[in-house]
């Protein structure tokens, strides 16, 4: 069921091949994760909508094969 | 998308309570860590609001999903709008944009910041 943040990362920068994506294992399982994800492609964008675009870029795991994804996203400074 | 029964239920609910949490558990007894923090967060904040159960009505728990277009729960509404989940509400708080939204919104708190 766990997801590596490996795998994780790949899905987003398919998504959004700019972004820069930072991951932690927060619990060492494989299953909770936090992640901080800048992209350009956010610039603009509501909180919601930026999240929307990382959830789209998972392509469905979030809620399934990932349990927990703790986001923080921001368009580069 | 529009033909789900579901749809029509969640329209009436966030058209007639002005705050909004789809959340696991009750207010009083949540049962999942993130609907725990927003349910804190929104007592902190002094705002009424309504829960809802999604583990009661497993329709319902897919339907918000799908409606808002958010995968995971909880989810809050203030007046119809979708606002986030735990992250974004958390994120929200802590910038004081929540209360401004509220404020915004006509929503009285009871923690005047």
């Known amino acids: ?77 | 998308m529009a033909d789900n029964p579901v749809f029509a239920r969640i329209e009436g609910e966030i058209a007639a309570n002005p705050v909004v949490l789809y959340m696991k558990g009750t207010p009083v007894f949540p049962q999942c860590g993130f609907s725990a923090r927003v349910v804190q967060i929104l007592s902190h904040v002094g705002v009424p609001f309504r829960g809802v159960n999604v583990l009661e009505d497993m329709e319902l728990r897919e339907g918000i999903k799908a409606f808002s277009n958010w995968p995971t729960i909880p989810q809050l509404y203030v007046k119809g709008e979708f606002v986030g989940g735990c992250d974004i509400i958390m994120e929200m708080f802590q910038a004081g944009e929540l209360q401004q939204l509220l404020q915004e919104k006509g929503i009285a708190t009871a923690a005047e910041a």
Do not use: C, N, W
């Open chain 1, 1 to 77: 069921m766990a997801m590596s943040s490996a795998e994780i990362e790949a899905l987003i920068k398919s998504a959004l091949p700019d972004a820069e994506v930072t991951i932690e294992d927060l619990a060492g399982d494989g299953d909770h994760y936090a992640a901080t994800v800048i992209s350009e492609a956010f610039r603009g964008k509501s909180r919601v909508q930026q999240h929307q675009l990382v959830y789209a870029a998972l392509q469905g795991r979030m809620g399934g094969a990932l349990h927990a994804l703790a986001l923080q996203t921001s368009a580069p400074a």
